[in-house]
């Protein structure tokens, strides 16, 4: 009788000592998973692109040469959704600035109306 109340008190203490630890596990998880959304920036913390910038000169001449190109891009690419054929006309001209042979369809464009013009 004896032995099976001690065999019973050893259960009992390893299941609460599971239970605990358990506990223990599950309370430490959550306290560390609840950390990273303390870290998230709000609103009112982004920056400007002026800031960026600055920043990435600090950082060294070449980040800042980079951000400044970044941001100038990206200023380009807003003016070119505003008006699309405006940025399809300065393309065709910086096409034709590189590329000043004319290519295989203006040619074929020239020939048909030297035959169609006679």
């Known amino acids: 009788m004896q032995t099976h109340l001690v065999a019973s008190a050893k259960t009992a203490i390893r299941s609460l000592t ?3 630890l358990m506990l223990l596990l599950s ?9 990273p959304s303390f870290a998230a920036s709000s609103p009112a913390r982004l ?7 600055d920043r990435a000169y600090n950082y060294n001449e070449a980040a800042g040469i980079r951000e400044e190109e970044r941001q100038a891009a990206y200023e380009q690419a807003i003016e070119d959704s505003e008006n699309p054929q405006k940025a399809y006309e300065r ?3 910086t096409f034709k600035q590189e590329n000043p042979q004319p290519n295989l369809l203006e040619k074929t464009e020239e020939l048909v109306e030297k035959v169609t013009a006679k």
């Open 47 to 53: 920056l400007t692109p002026e800031e960026k910038i």
């Open 27 to 35: 309370t430490f998880t959550f306290i560390f998973t609840i950390q």
């Open 91 to 93: 393309n065709v001209k």
């Open 18 to 20: 599971v239970l605990f």
